[in-house]
């Protein structure tokens, strides 16, 4: 019932574009495969991947020796940069600049498992840049219960996706710990940050994720695309902001929201 009951609030908050109160719900949820059941949940009443696996997600977590987090994205809320937010429904507009994963060939269960963390880099053919819009369904925003803003696709809001260039990250990636991320919004002076992702290589994550999106969906395609974490912390845009991020070396990415 702790499930049904916050999957019924997300929904109501998503059908009102509404913020619904975290306190009565702060410990209804015991652990992080209830809150993936609620984000499983949520999809499946609002139809979000009723044609097969999701083809976008996001994925992250704050270090290496810290759980990692997924949560598979709506198809309606991911857009080609340059992008723009029109009516689309937000109330937090936080910011993260992050790089997108492509994969160029199927996953399923069985070899998401069979491979070593150190070889998922190999089924990646493409990167580009990305504009993550954070959003929560929550009136405490991001104060709410962890396992609540889990539940809560992450967060989810929007996803902008730049260009897609070829890559080779198992013998020509970049010096992630060099990599240069530029970011501006609206009238504010341009931020720069050097190395700067939590796991030192956005590539790390995979071999979790691809376990985790196999077991939830099954098979994911050739073409499917992760999001893999700030670089830039997060950060809070203002409506009518003009949001640019850029990547030394791989692209960039642009929102007006």
Known sequence: MSVDAVCHTLLQARAHAELADARPLAEALSGAEQAY????????????????????????????GAQMSHAPLPPAGVWPSPAKAGDWPLHTRGIEAEIALRLGEEVSVAKAWQLAPADCARLVDAMAVSIEVVE???QQQFAAAPLL???DQLCHGALVIGEWQACDLMNAA????RQICRMRMGTGDTSVHTGTHSLADPAW???????HATMAYGT?????????????????????????????????AFLQL
């Open 149 to 151: 803003l889990m539940a």
């Open 37 to 64: 059941a609620v984000q499983q949940a949520v999809a499946r009443q609002l139809g979000w991947f009723a044609t097969g696996a999701p083809r976008v997600w996001k994925s992250g977590g704050p270090a290496r």
């Open 220 to 252: 994911l395609s050739a073409g499917t695309v992760v999001t893999t974490g700030s670089w830039v912390g997060l950060a809070r845009a203002q409506a009518g902001d003009a949001v640019h991020v850029q990547f030394d070396g791989i692209g960039e």
């Open 205 to 211: 994550l995979l071999s979790d994720w691809l376990r």
């Open 174 to 177: 970049p010096d992630w710990t």
């Open 136 to 138: 929560s369904r929550w």
